[in-house]
């Protein structure tokens, strides 16, 4: 095949792996892994919606952003505005991925849902606040938010559940100290995309939230559901809660850049640097038996595709990810593609 007719094929070719296609196309796949209360339309909807408010997401594999999206179907979360959940890039092992983070709205959602305990207030105490706390046989909160002034820094953070089970209420309470200590625990705290550095309120409450949950008379079912924050996953499994996470905690590290402005009415709050984590850099395996770029194999089996009608580009599509688990062509590497144009003789 020339030069100019290689050119031309891959201009037409360049929309159809699309993730929106790819989710088009294997709606039955993707269908077996959504609850009945959301179709593949809905998802697909829901998904447009992401994309727009954070377009850096489309440099991520879209096996891991196909995957955020279906656990977020299946944990019956939403977000965006309602902030169930975020969608963070995360420099894996092997590429860029997305990482599934719960918010604390989401959390309580879920321990809402139990039927075994109800998340009843969540709380941030600041500087000029009157707050007073006992613990022991009979513990004390006591919380009267300054009126009229500022009412300075965050120095903590409360929330306040109802174990329907005992019918007791039981709390936590956690220092400033000990929220940042769970943010310089986390992957997502270093990021400027991290919720931590847009919202650091909601995510000092989700902290607390998360702490209560461990006190309260949760099934297995929804303990594995709150397992799933801040994973990776590329598999789609009619069960995400069992796909194990693909996070890989030593070599990877999330995607530190310039954050978008925080929503209208939502001020971000200045928060100390957080010190940086240096990872050791993992050793590049050398592709031996295909020397040539990866980006030239890309473009050999672009062309091919385009000369395909619908149904042979699904069938394709369903072969990328069984073979190799990716979604497009472009997250093949040199060796993978270079096999896949020997098997289609192109």
């Given at each position: 095949?020339?030069?100019?007719?290689?050119?031309?094929?891959?201009?037409?070719a360049a929309k159809v792996l699309t993730v929106f296609d790819f989710m088009q196309q294997q709606k039955e796949l993707i269908s077996k892994a959504l609850?009945?209360?959301?179709?593949?339309?809905?998802?697909?909807?829901?998904?447009?919606?992401?994309i727009r408010s954070n377009?850096?997401?489309?440099?991520c594999t879209q096996s891991s952003l196909i995957g955020a999206m279906v656990q977020t179907a299946q944990l019956g979360l939403m977000p965006g505005n309602i902030a169930h959940c975020?969608?963070?890039?995360?420099?894996?092992?092997?590429?860029?991925?997305?990482?599934?983070?719960?918010?604390?709205?989401?959390?309580?959602?879920?321990?809402?849902?139990?039927?075994?305990?109800?998340?009843?207030?969540?709380?941030c105490v600041y500087e000029h606040d009157e707050f007073e706390y006992e613990l022991g046989l009979n513990p004390v909160l006591m919380h009267r938010p300054a009126e009229g002034k500022d009412r300075g820094q965050v120095k903590g953070v409360y929330a306040i559940a109802k174990n329907l089970i005992a019918d007791e209420k039981v709390f936590v309470y956690l220092p400033r100290m000990d929220i940042?200590?769970?943010?310089?625990?986390?992957?997502?705290?270093?990021?400027?995309?991290?919720p931590w550095a847009r919202w650091y309120e909601e995510m000092a409450k989700k902290t607390a939230v998360k702490r209560l949950t461990k006190l309260l008379p949760l099934s297995i079912d929804v303990q594995k559901q709150i397992a799933t924050d801040e994973t990776v996953k590329t598999k789609i499994e009619p069960d995400m809660t069992a796909v194990?996470?693909?996070t890989k905690w030593e070599e990877g590290e999330i995607v530190k850049e310039p954050p978008t402005a925080a929503p209208v009415g939502q001020a971000k709050e200045q928060q100390p640097p957080a010190?940086?984590?240096?990872?050791?850099?993992?050793?590049?395996?050398?592709?031996?038996?295909n020397p040539?770029?990866?980006?030239?194999?890309?473009?050999?089996?672009?062309a091919h595709l385009a000369t395909l009608d619908s149904k042979a580009q699904g069938e394709i599509s369903k072969r990328l990810f069984d073979e190799y688990t990716v979604w497009v062509v472009d997250d093949l590497n040199a060796t993978q593609a270079a096999e896949l144009c020997k098997s289609l003789g192109v």
């Open positions: 095949m020339d030069n100019t007719k290689v050119a031309k094929t891959v201009a037409t609850p009945q209360s959301i179709t593949v339309d809905r998802l697909v909807s829901m998904f447009t919606m992401v377009p850096e997401l489309l440099s975020y969608y963070v890039p995360f420099n894996n092992k092997n590429g860029r991925d997305v990482q599934f983070i719960i918010g604390y709205k989401g959390l309580i959602e879920l321990v809402n849902r139990s039927g075994k305990a109800t998340i009843l207030s969540t709380e940042d200590k769970v943010r310089s625990a986390s992957k997502a705290g270093a990021s400027d995309y991290s194990p996470d693909e010190k940086p984590v240096t990872q050791p850099s993992a050793p590049q395996p050398k592709e031996k038996e040539a770029p990866a980006a030239e194999f890309h473009t050999r089996l672009k």
